[in-house]
C-alpha cells in the first residue's frame, strides 16, 4: 500500500525526510538565511520562522497537484488559537535560467487562477469577484487570504528575493485581527515594518503598497509589486470561474 505524503511541511520536515527534491533543500536553505537575518525587515516573517511557526509547501514546474491540499490543510491549523499568526511559503521549482520580472509575476497569476479553479468552496456571497473592486481579495475554502510573490528577478527590491525559486507567501486575513490598516496597533506595526524595508530595498515604499480597504487601492497589485516605484498597470490576471 502507498502511503500519503503530507503536502504541508513543517521546519523539522527540511531536515527529517529524504525524500525532498534537492532545489527545495538548497531553496529553504537560503529562504531560513534570508529570514532570520536580524535586519531582515518583517517581524512576523523572522519571529515565525525562529519559533518553527511558518508551514511550506513547493510544486514542480510540471506539477501543481499538490498545492491545493497543501494550503486547505494549513487553512484547518487556524482551528486552534494558538495557530493565529502561521504564514504558508510555497516554493515553486526554479525556471532553468532566470527570467525577467513578468515571467514570474505570469506564473504567479497562473498558479493563483489554477488553486482558484480547484476550489471546491463557493467564494463567500459578501466577497466581490471583481479585482478592481477596491474590497476584492483571494479566497480559498471560503477563506480570505493575502498573498504575496517573491521572486530572484527582484533585483532593487531586495526583500521580496528570497532565492533562486519563486515564493509565494500565504496570509489569512484573520492574522491580521487587531492589526489592521486602520487599528492603532496597525498602523504602528504596518509603519514600522515599512520603515525597515525602505532601508533594506533602499527604495521608497512601492505605491501599490497601502492596506486593505483603501478605497483609492486595489489589492491585486499589492499581490506582486514592480522592482521599482512606478504602479502597476493594467487588468488583473485573475479571472473568477464561471458556475
Known amino acids: 500500500m502507498q502511503t500519503t505524503i503530507?503536502?504541508?511541511?513543517?521546519?523539522?520536515?527540511?531536515?527529517?525526510?529524504?525524500?525532498?527534491?534537492?532545489?527545495?533543500?538548497?531553496?529553504?536553505?537560503?529562504?531560513?538565511?534570508?529570514?532570520?537575518?536580524?535586519?531582515f525587515p518583517c517581524y512576523f516573517g523572522r519571529s515565525g520562522e525562529l519559533k518553527?511557526?511558518?508551514?511550506?509547501a513547493y510544486i514542480s514546474q510540471n506539477d501543481w497537484s499538490n498545492l491545493p491540499g497543501a494550503v486547505?490543510?494549513?487553512?484547518?491549523?487556524?482551528?486552534?488559537?494558538?495557530?493565529?499568526?502561521?504564514?504558508?511559503?510555497?516554493?515553486?521549482?526554479?525556471?532553468?535560467?532566470?527570467?525577467?520580472?513578468?515571467?514570474?509575476?505570469?506564473?504567479?497569476?497562473?498558479?493563483?487562477?489554477y488553486l482558484h479553479d480547484m476550489d471546491d468552496t463557493e467564494w463567500p456571497e459578501q466577497a466581490p469577484r471583481d479585482p478592481d473592486h477596491y474590497l476584492w481579495d483571494f479566497n480559498f475554502k471560503g477563506e480570505p487570504i493575502f498573498i504575496f510573490g517573491n521572486a530572484p528577478a527582484y533585483k532593487q527590491r531586495r526583500t521580496r528575493h528570497l532565492g533562486n525559486s519563486m515564493v509565494l507567501g500565504f496570509q489569512?486575513?484573520?492574522?491580521?485581527?487587531?492589526?489592521?490598516?486602520t487599528e492603532k496597533g496597525g498602523?504602528?506595526?504596518?509603519?514600522?515594518v515599512r520603515e525597515r524595508v525602505e532601508k533594506w530595498d533602499e527604495l521608497p515604499t512601492h505605491p501599490d503598497?497601502?492596506?486593505?480597504?483603501?478605497?483609492?487601492?486595489?489589492?491585486?497589485?499589492q499581490f506582486?509589486?514592480?522592482?521599482?516605484?512606478e504602479p502597476v498597470k493594467g487588468k488583473c490576471p485573475f479571472s473568477h470561474k464561471e458556475l
Do not use: C
Not at 503598497?209 to 497589485?221: A, C, L, T
Open 172 to 181: 489569512p486575513r484573520r492574522i491580521f485581527e487587531g492589526l489592521t490598516g
Open 224 to 229: 506582486f509589486i514592480g522592482d521599482d516605484v
Open 72 to 113: 486547505a490543510e494549513f487553512l484547518t491549523l487556524f482551528e486552534d488559537p494558538k495557530h493565529k499568526r502561521h504564514g504558508l511559503f510555497v516554493f515553486v521549482e526554479p525556471f532553468k535560467s532566470e527570467g525577467p520580472l513578468d515571467a514570474y509575476r505570469k506564473q504567479f497569476w497562473e498558479i493563483l487562477q
Open 52 to 56: 518553527s511557526e511558518l508551514r511550506y
Open 6 to 39: 503530507p503536502a504541508l511541511l513543517t521546519k523539522e520536515d527540511f531536515t527529517n525526510r529524504n525524500d525532498l527534491p534537492d532545489w527545495l533543500l538548497r531553496e529553504y536553505k537560503t529562504f531560513h538565511e534570508t529570514v532570520t537575518d536580524k535586519t
Open 187 to 192: 498602523i504602528m506595526s504596518r509603519e514600522k
Open 209 to 221: 503598497i497601502s492596506h486593505f480597504g483603501d478605497p483609492e487601492h486595489n489589492e491585486w497589485k
